[in-house]
């Protein structure tokens, strides 16, 4: 195929992601409220009930303004099949279907077609490290498909039913923990997160950032359709998980998003760190249940929805910037970017923000919607005579000590990305109007929604029901404050006479790129500090030595690597491949009588599960 054929296929398929978010969007408005789809024999029920609505609704804004930015970057993906963007429409689609499904078959069905699209986009760019990651991904979702298939047998062998309708206060706490273990892994929640930060930065960026803005929100979507509608009690136990398992995801996700050098590996770290938040949220939540105290449960569903839209957006935005930042210079390492701030003052500016808003500073959407989470803490401190009040305090503390180290993951992006002079890689291209516009548009609603929230919050409650505590927030007045104060600054730091003078670099050449800071001079107390979390790998390479204390050069290498996959996964792969090979040396003789038998057994097993499930008599 010529290149001028294939890029006139290119431009007619990258309209396909925008075609089908327009038409979930008229779907939204004409489908009515409930519906039936006979498929053959099977009629797939499908319902927008509340929470659907509200994730459907996300899902439709999300993808359209990456669709927008899709128009501009389908240009990076020139050479490869055009299909790969007709399998982002159909990512979409899939993940449309999947919240709105009310039946668990129709639910799995899309599931896997969710799972599987994404496989493929993930695998897409066809290098070593692309397979290897979509290996870890395919794994590590069908395992948690395998128990979110195993919840919903059980669901159904209890009420003889596939409808959700009748799944509604029927989840004991073993069928419970099954589902909510199932969708933690989808989620990418500590210590199921590994396929996470392999997947994202192999990922064409437009799909990484449909990936954490609105796929991760499917399984939040699942574990609050479970916990909240599914469950018939609200066990301590399964709050208390939630709550640990959050914590845990919280500062191991900021920890390593703080130390991680890679611009789209430390985002998906990023993403582990709020999903985090959101299991904490909804073990808050389903304590407040327990407890009985309506506040607590209230204002802990609030921060969830909330944190999940804002989270949608931005995270979406950081990820679409990051693909630009790496189509202009060919570079994912950020200790060999620098200048871009020059190189698109714009781009600079809507990373900018975007960065402030996710380090949740005042008066940002991220802030209100973490000021929610502070508060649903406070709440539950206030339950007298409860030994787990020491335990929220400790939540307190976590929350405010990975507040720090996220504020510290953008320093370091911004400040070494972006400002300063180019560490070696060479900007190649710029950013097109289209991609600037997908990102900024998720800017802009971060923007108005952190400036003036209730709005959108009376929208959600008008859809979902939702009550919380008196906040006495009002974001316009610190905005102006804050204006207020950077301008008495600014007046009291003003000098008569401008003075200029050359800044000092250490005794060594201005020009150099290694007299600027690194991701790891700006991270090496912490890393310290905090060394038992890591697995570090370092390395210290000589040239040929000049005299016995002077050298021409000296290479420095330091590698990073997660605690979980080295201590754990790396010693289970290589315990359970050792068991295969025993395991295939004891089955494989070569006898065909032998495997003739394995096939009578197998049927014979088939045959009396069938039986049980069905209730007949072998």
Known sequence: MSEGSSSRILNVYKYIPFTVSSLIVLSLFLLPREFVLQLGFFGAHFKLDALSTFFSSLLVFVS??????????????????????SLTGLFILSMFFTLISNDLVSFLFFWEIMSLSSFYLVISDEKKESSRAGFIYFLMTHLG??????????????????SFDSFRGSADSYILLLALLGFSI?????????????????????VSALMSGVMLNTAIYGMMRFLFEF?????????????????????????????????????????????????????????????????????????????????????????????????????????????LSKSSPMLFYLMLTSSLFMSALPPSNMFFSELLLYKTLLLSLNIKGDSTAYMFVLMLTLLALSGVFVGATFVKFIGVAFLGKPRGAKVSSKPSLTELVGIGVPVLSSLLLGLYPYPVFSLLSSVYPLEIAELNYVPINILLLSLVLLLILAFITRRSKVRMYETWVCGLDEENPSAQATTLSQTYSIRRLFSMFYSTVSEIN???????????????????????????????????????????????????NLYISYIFLTLLLCFIVYAILTGEKP
């Open 186 to 206: 989808k989620a990418g929640v500590v210590p199921f997160h590994v396929w996470l930060p392999y997947a994202h930065p192999v990922a064409p960026s437009n």
């Open 231 to 339: 469950s018939s009690s609200n066990s301590p136990l399964i709050s208390l998980l939630l709550i640990l398992f959050g914590c845990l995801s919280l500062v191991y996700g900021a920890i390593y998003s703080l130390t991680e050098s890679s611009v789209k590996k430390f985002l998906a770290y990023s993403s582990i760190e709020n999903m985090g938040l959101l299991v904490m949220g909804m073990g808050l939540a389903n304590f407040g249940l327990h407890k009985g105290v309506l506040p607590i449960y209230s204002t802990a569903k609030a921060f969830l929805l909330l944190h999940t839209l804002n989270h949608s957006l931005l995270k979406s935005s950081l990820f679409m910037g990051a693909g630009v930042v790496v189509k202009m210079t060919h570079e994912y390492d950020m200790n060999r970017l620098g200048g």
């Open 64 to 85: 359209l303004y990456v669709s927008v930015y899709t128009l501009g970057y389908a240009k990076e993906l020139k050479g490869k099949p055009p299909v790969l963007l």
């Open 542 to 592: 000589f040239d040929a030595e000049i005299k016995k204390y002077f050298r021409s050069s000296i290479l420095y290498k330091e590698e990073i690597k997660d605690v979980f996959e080295e201590k754990i996964y790396r010693k289970l792969t290589a315990y359970i491949l050792d068991i295969s090979d025993h395991v295939r040396r004891f089955l494989q003789t070569g006898n065909i």
């Open 145 to 162: 498909t395998a128990l979110i298939m195993l919840s919903f047998i059980l669901l159904y062998l209890k009420t003889s039913s596939v």
